[in-house]
């Protein structure tokens, strides 16, 4: 097991050496001069900023120097948990991803559980009645989760509730341990939209991996034995059918993490992919290459930790 794990903490090494490299060379390659932009965002409407002046805090935030010169000073800061200053507020960029990480990290599981408690359910009940009405309606829900785009679907949502319940988007706030009523009332919204659509997957894939295993032999032996619904499907059924689905879960988590800027920027949530596109804007590029390297790595680190857990769902599964 603990060569196993070596072994795949190796091979995520040049994974991630090739997504800091993209994301460095796509923000470089973006239109626009960041030395221009905060020059013109201090200077007064109508006054030119001068080449000199750019030229001189080009110097002072080190963008004059070689670009390999850049990225071996931002990788060898980022090997040291220092990902430099952010270009535009000037505060320590792992400081400032830390005080918005928790809201996104708090919205991601809650929509999750969310996607969770709502998709294997329904998975479960619509193979159990294959081919039937019930297993239609529940299949066209699932399908009218995918197809519908989350924005579209959060977007009605706040008309929705403006409209009938007098409800805005917060403009602060409120951290769950101040308040934690409060701040369920602020995600829970966006966690449903992004709950719904995790939902529709996860539950096609629940379907179709229960439907297999309901065929196998195993389970017409737990038939025969006479032993209940619940026992047939808790026990044996059930357990074998979430390894494809503890993956899907696992990759899902990781897609929430990402997933969130959109709700973020809709429900006016400070949290990272809010932080993220603001700095984009920006071209505030110590936030972005920093933001985009720490969700790569929890992703990957998802990936390690699902094929870890096979292992101990399933014991024929040997990890070596």
């Known amino acids: 097991m603990n060569s196993y794990i070596v072994k795949r ?10 997504i800091s490299v993209l994301v460095f060379v796509i923000m470089r390659a973006l239109p626009g001069d960041v030395a221009q932009m905060l020059l013109m ?6 006054v030119a900023v001068s080449a000199e002046a750019a030229a001189a805090l080009r110097a002072k935030l080190g963008l004059d120097v070689p670009l390999l010169q850049q990225y071996v000073r931002w990788i060898g800061g980022l090997l040291t948990f220092d990902a430099g200053n952010s270009l535009w507020s000037g505060q320590p960029v792992l400081s400032e991803i830390g005080e918005r990480m928790w809201l996104t990290i708090e919205l991601a599981f809650l929509a999750l559980v969310i996607g969770a408690s709502i998709a294997i359910p329904i998975g479960v009940y619509s193979a159990l009645r294959q081919d039937t009405w019930i297993d239609y309606v ?8 995918l197809a519908i785009p989350g924005f579209w679907m959060a977007t009605l949502l706040i008309l929705l509730l403006t409209s009938q319940f007098n409800w805005a988007p917060p403009l602060g706030y409120v951290h769950f341990i ?4 409060a701040n369920l009332q602020q995600l829970i919204w966006p966690a449903l939209v992004i709950g719904l659509h995790n939902a529709a997957v996860v539950a096609r894939m629940t379907r179709s991996t229960m439907l297999e295993v309901m065929r196998d032999d195993y389970i017409r032996t737990a038939w025969a034995k006479g032993l209940g619904l619940r026992t047939v499907l808790t026990v044996h059924a059930l357990r074998n059918a979430m390894l494809p689905v503890l993956t ?18 809709i429900f006016t949530l400070p949290g990272i992919g809010r932080y ?4 984009i804007l920006h071209r505030d590029y110590p936030v972005v290459q920093a933001i985009v390297v720490i969700m790569a790595v929890v992703y990957v680190m998802l990936n390690l930790l699902v094929d870890l857990l096979y292992g101990v769902l399933d014991p024929r599964i040997r990890l070596k």
């Open 41 to 46: 965002g201090d200077a007064d409407k109508g």
């Open 248 to 265: 899907l879960l696992a990759l899902e988590l990781g897609s929430l993490l990402n997933g969130t800027v959109i709700m973020e920027v």
């Open 9 to 18: 903490l190796l091979g995520l090494v040049p994974i991630l050496f090739g």
């Open 178 to 181: 101040d308040d934690p009523f």
């Open 276 to 279: 993220l596109i603001d700095a």
């Open 138 to 145: 529940l299949r066209s829900f699932t399908i009218g989760g």
